[in-house]
């Protein structure tokens, strides 16, 4: 037994020694566009991204990024499948991870995992003026954490949570496996929408809101401390499709409220969560 377990420590104290990491931060400042449209997108795969407005005319970004592999020839392999990645086209200025790894170029999100065995992470901590619209993605391992914009805002998050924070303009907010909370420091005055696959739902907005609130869940509930003006027929949407077994249709269908005098539209949507709306 004693010789199994000095084999046993021998092995791994060997895989520690033989296994290769990378760790590198990159930072880069990049004008942003005068436009009111213009729009910073960020599209990462592992890690983080937190986002703040500040009054500066900039987009500057930290990125931390880490990559493991067993050997240093899988390891400068890996650095050439996943890579760090800018482009700027009219009023776009898009971050991306680019490669056979990477995220841009593959809008299905199959990531062609069979190719990259290995683990890699980046970790994004960026300003941008506050005027600036934002839409920002990470799929695994990270958390999305978005402040004081009074832009447009859309996030999306596969695995992990999404929190908004002290945000002037509309909002959309995608989250699955994890809560989304947002807060509005003014009343959005365009359409907004709130989404969580598998997470509650929790949005503050100020007590003179006036919207026509819609809310669907499989398996969830809706509270609120506002009062309701009035109940609003049901919203009725049908889709039709076509294949080889012929047409099908799909019948969505959301309960509907209204906050006040009404007006802007903010929807609500959970599978396996609960939603709160509250008064800041």
């Known amino acids: 037994m004693k010789q199994f377990f000095i084999i046993v420590i021998a092995l791994i104290v060997s895989f520690a020694v033989n296994a290769q990491q990378h760790k590198e931060t990159i930072k ?16 990462n795969i592992f890690g983080d991204i937190q986002v703040e407005g500040y009054s500066g005319d900039r987009v500057v970004l930290e990125i931390d990024n ?31 991870l680019d490669g056979i790894c990477g995220c841009h170029h593959n809008k299905s999100r199959n990531y062609n995992w069979n190719q990259c065995e290995f683990e890699f992470r980046y970790d994004f ?53 994890g809560e989304v909370v947002v807060r509005h420091a003014k009343n959005p005055s365009g359409k907004s929408k709130y989404y969580s696959l598998n997470g509650d739902v929790n949005v503050y907005y100020h007590s003179n809101l006036s919207a026509d609130m819609r809310f669907k869940s499989f398996q969830g509930d809706m509270f609120t401390n506002f009062d309701i003006s009035e109940w609003l027929a049901p919203v009725i949407k049908t889709t039709q499709s076509k294949n080889k077994n012929g047409t099908s249709y799909r019948i969505e269908n959301k309960t509907a409220v209204r906050i006040g005098k009404g007006g802007v539209i903010l929807d ?11 008064k800041i």
């Open 268 to 278: 609500f949507e959970t599978f396996n969560g609960d939603v709160y709306v509250r």
């Open 125 to 177: 901590k960026v300003k941008v003026p506050i005027r600036a619209n934002i839409n920002i993605s990470t799929v695994n391992d990270g958390v999305v954490y978005i402040e004081n914009i009074s832009g447009k805002v859309a996030a999306s998050n596969v695995n992990g949570g999404i929190t908004v924070e002290n945000i002037s303009g509309p909002a959309n907010v995608h989250a699955i496996n």
């Open 66 to 96: 880490e990559f493991n592999a067993d050997t240093e020839k899988e390891l400068e392999e890996a650095m050439k499948k996943v890579f760090l990645a800018f482009e700027t086209r009219d009023d776009t200025i898009d971050v991306f």
């Open 28 to 43: 880069k400042e990049i004008i942003f566009p005068e436009s009111a449209d213009a729009v910073l997108v960020i599209e």
